[in-house]
């Protein structure tokens, strides 16, 4: 009997997905492939077109956003892949304070006219739709990174859809746990791996999920012909991480939320970013569509930017470092990059909220605060 993990909860199937087919002493973890070459007749062809590991891994992560996915070497390889698609000189709508690595590849491709990029505030529904006639792709980010702000998800995907625009969601900080962009109609969602999915901050990887079998195709074909494919062993890696990912998320969103509560009462923080507080400009739009607030908030210290450096690296349970989403928590100032957003505040901490226990990781951001 075939296996339907889509009649599953979203917990369970990070359990049962991408296992092997069960039979006499059949393995239940799924087996490292080590392989670049294979027998010829097979579905598989060549190392550099897919590898029974990464269908594994694939397998897992299509549980949970639905559609059919790909790995890549790492969250800007899959980004890359997705702009990749696009034929020379496409329209690009896209966020104008998400993720820094994504900002300087469009500018990149701005530069060089590869791209027309028109970047716009993705949390001002109306002036994103003012900005879709004439687009090929609108680029979604949200939660955005590091500033938190949520677009209102279903009124942009619907509104892009109805211009037969391009949309592609980056999912990376709520996960499919929280929001499930296909569903809600998006052509790709795009998650880095490396952050909450695989969770302990030992590999790099992207993914790109689709339902639409010519774009799979087309994506697929990037992979192959560009070569940003992932390791067998990172696929084992991440797959591994995927077991324990619904429950480590839970608990993470659990501490982040008491933290922001906490954090927007001390005297030393000037405002806390987190869409779950109550307070938060985006909290109203946010629980419409998103079913918990994830683990990463952002908070300004009062002070310079040198002194939430200072904040950062007194800490002794977070360690002061970039990346998100693994089980020990961590947090920077962002600005300390130079291709980060000047519209960043110079004073803005990203804290990407562990599974340590939150008391102690409490009292940990109050002695890192008692030195303003």
Known sequence: MSHDPSKEALSTRAITAGRPQRAGDSPLNAPISLNSTFTAGGPIGYGRYGNETWSATESAISAFEGGSSLIFSSGMAAITAAFSILPWGASVVASH????????????????????????????????????????????????????????LPALISAAKSQKILVMVDNTFATALTQRPLEMGADVVMNSVTKFLAGHSDLLMGSLSTSDAELFTSLSNARKFNGSIAGPFEAWLALRGIRTFPLRFAQSCKSAHELALRLSSHPKVSRVRYPGLPTDSQHERAKSFMSTFGAV???????????????????????????????????????????????????????????????????????????L
Request: contains cysteine.
């Open 97 to 152: 304070e998400g993720y820094s690595g994504v900002m300087t590849l469009l500018n990149q491709y701005s530069q060089s006219g590869r791209l027309k990029v028109t970047l716009v505030d993705l949390s001002k529904t109306e002036d994103v739709i003012a900005q879709l006639p004439g687009a090929d792709l609108l680029w979604l980010e949200s939660p955005s990174n590091p500033c938190l702000d949520v677009a209102d």
């Open 297 to 371: 908030l952002s908070f300004e210290v009062i002070g310079s930017g040198a002194d939430a450096d200072r904040v950062c690296d007194a800490s002794e349970i977070i360690t002061h470092a970039t990346s998100l989403g693994g089980v020990e928590s961590l947090w920077e100032r962002r600005r300390r990059w130079p291709i980060e957003s000047q519209s960043v505040p110079e004073t803005l901490i990203r804290l990407s909220v562990g599974c340590e226990d939150v008391e102690d990781l409490w009292k940990d951001i109050e002695k890192a605060l008692s030195i």
